[in-house]
Nanobody
Framework: QVQLVESGGGLVQAGGSLRLSCAAS????????MGWFRQAPGKEREFVAA????????YYADSVKGRFTISRDNAKNTGYLQMNSLKPEDTAVYYC?????????????????WGQGTQVTVSS
């Protein structure tokens, strides 16, 4: 059973940066595709970024393209989301998710394992 633990969230001013981490255990990390999603109060969970098993292919939501970077270190069983130029509208709980597969995946229903989430708050 894969377990995911996110960390790195917090309070930051607009224009600032944060790096989220997603530590995985209980599976062969390199066999899983990874995604990041977020959910703001009163809104549905939305896709943020995804990466394939090797880290060689990535995909981003238009709202974060050019500001966020998804990556992974298979040797450390850890994935990352580097968030730069943060905006108040980026405020949400951020979740990492995993699934077996060779590609990247952008829909929440496609993922099998989820972390507990980490809060990101961007003040104006």
């Amino acid at each position: 059973q894969v377990q995911l633990v996110e960390s790195g969230g917090g309070l930051v001013q607009a224009g600032g940066s944060l790096r989220l981490s997603c530590a995985a255990s209980g599976g062969t990390f390199s066999r899983y595709a990874m995604g990041w999603f977020r959910q703001a109060p009163g809104k549905e969970r939305e896709f943020v970024a995804a990466v394939n098993w090797s880290g060689g292919s990535t995909y981003y939501a238009d709202s974060v393209k050019g500001r966020f970077t998804i990556s992974r270190d298979n040797a450390k069983n850890t994935g990352y989301l580097q968030m730069n130029s943060l905006k108040p509208e980026d405020t949400a709980v951020y979740y990492c998710a995993f699934r077996r597969g060779n590609w990247y995946y952008t829909e929440a229903y496609e993922y099998d394992y989820w972390g507990q989430g980490t809060q990101v708050t961007v003040s104006s």
